[in-house]
T-cell receptor, first 118, second 115 residues
């Protein structure tokens, strides 16, 4: 069974600085998707960034980028120029690319709570 | 375009009572998922609908939980009778069938507290 591990329960960053959130996963599959979701306090969980395992190029979305190391099964999220609005719980998630049955669901890590200091 | 909505946002009930949670997916999304996050633990998958059919309910904890999706539109998740360990946040997510089906869009969640 696949597992996702986020080893940092809490992180803190100074506004305008850069922070990296860690995520590792375990799978025997070769094709899958990885996601970072963000849940601000009392607000909806939204997708931050998505990575297809077959793509070697790391995904980027504005100030958010990932460092995807397939061999190491590592998928870290880098937030550049941190803003106060980045404060949230961040969840790393895995999804098999073999659509159908139980493989359609997301497998989540426990989350990392990010605080941004002004 | 409206996002995924869930009702109620909060529910406080006593052990042994019944609670029904509702999820309205994004219009046109045939995939609908239920997840749950118990305090301090991971978000866990409960079940997956494709249209009105249950594709996978392997995550349902026990037979006190019943999910339905009427006509392939909104879904309900009923807990009867509720137990203390059912407390947590229940999330609903939806996605397209085909196309950008890899991305699931989440609702705000229902916070359930069983006393």
């Amino acid at each position: 069974a696949q597992t996702v591990t986020q080893s940092q329960p809490e992180m803190s960053v100074q506004e305008a600085e850069t922070v990296t959130l860690s995520c590792t996963y375990d799978t025997s599959e070769s094709d899958y998707y990885l996601f970072w979701y963000k849940q601000p306090p009392s607000r909806q969980m939204i997708l931050v960034i998505r990575q297809e395992a077959y793509k070697q190029q790391n995904a980027t979305e504005n100030r958010f980028s990932v460092n995807f190391q397939k061999a190491a099964k590592s998928f870290s999220l880098k937030i550049s120029d941190s803003q106060l609005g980045d404060a949230a719980m961040y969840f790393c998630a895995y999804r098999s690319a073999n659509y159908g049955g139980s493989q359609g669901n997301l497998i989540f890590g426990k989350g990392t709570k990010l605080s941004v200091k002004p | 375009e409206a996002g995924v909505t869930q009702f109620p946002s909060h529910s406080v009930i006593e052990k042994g009572q019944t609670v029904t949670l509702r999820c309205d997916p994004i219009s046109g999304h045939d995939n609908l998922y239920w997840y749950r996050r118990v305090m301090g633990k991971e978000i866990k998958f409960l079940l997956h609908f494709v249209k009105e059919s249950k594709q996978d309910e392997s995550g349902m904890p026990n037979n006190r939980f019943l999910a339905e999706r009427t006509g392939g539109t909104y879904s309900t998740l009923k807990v009867q009778p509720a137990e203390l360990e059912d407390s947590g946040v229940y999330f609903c997510a939806s996605s397209l069938l085909g196309g950008d089906r890899e991305t699931q869009y989440f609702g705000p969640g229902t916070r359930l507290l069983v006393l």
